[in-house]
């Protein structure tokens, strides 16, 4: 396992499919690496940590708390991935807890780090910016499919279930 994120891997996640090579490269070298064993925290629900996630490899469980205070899985991330987009962006309290399925290895970007990025490169920034979106966006709409599923499966049912 590496120390230095590849770019290759980069370019092949949810936030690096529009970028070239080169503008790939150069996200890389303003991602942090993480490595994760089995069970290992990445982040929890509620810190301040605004860090966006990418996993380069492996699978995270993206868990929160439910009404009763007990963590749920909600999500599996798989490698390419990204998580923490609406903290990242919003500089916002995190929302869901992240733990390793095994081992993984997770590219980081501060919000700091990724700024640096304006000046110098800002169709990249922009580009980036652009695939956030696109995440969020997605994430959105598989909600909205699971919630209009869940009441169609109630109004069928006339609450019974």
Do not use: W
Not at 16 to 35: P, S
């Amino acid at each position: 396992m590496s120390d230095i994120a590849d770019y290759k891997l980069v370019r092949n996640s949810s936030v690096g499919t529009e970028l070239t090579e080169g503008e790939a490269g150069l996200l890389a070298e303003k991602l942090g690496v993480r490595h994760l064993k089995d069970g290992g925290l990445l982040v929890k629900e509620g810190e301040a940590d605004q860090t966006l996630f990418i996993l380069a490899s492996g699978k995270i469980a993206v868990t929160s708390k439910d009404a009763g205070g007990v963590n749920k899985q909600v999500y599996t991330m798989t490698a390419g991935e990204c998580a923490g987009t609406r903290a990242f962006v919003e500089q916002s309290p995190r929302k869901a807890t992240l733990h390793a399925l095994g081992d993984a290895e997770v590219y980081t970007l501060t919000p700091a780090d990724f700024e640096s990025l304006l000046d110098a490169h800002p169709h990249l920034a922009f580009k980036v910016m652009r695939a956030l979106f696109r995440v969020t966006h997605a994430n959105l709409s598989r909600m909205n499919q699971e919630t209009q599923e869940l009441s169609n499966y109630i109004s069928k049912t006339q609450g019974r279930y």
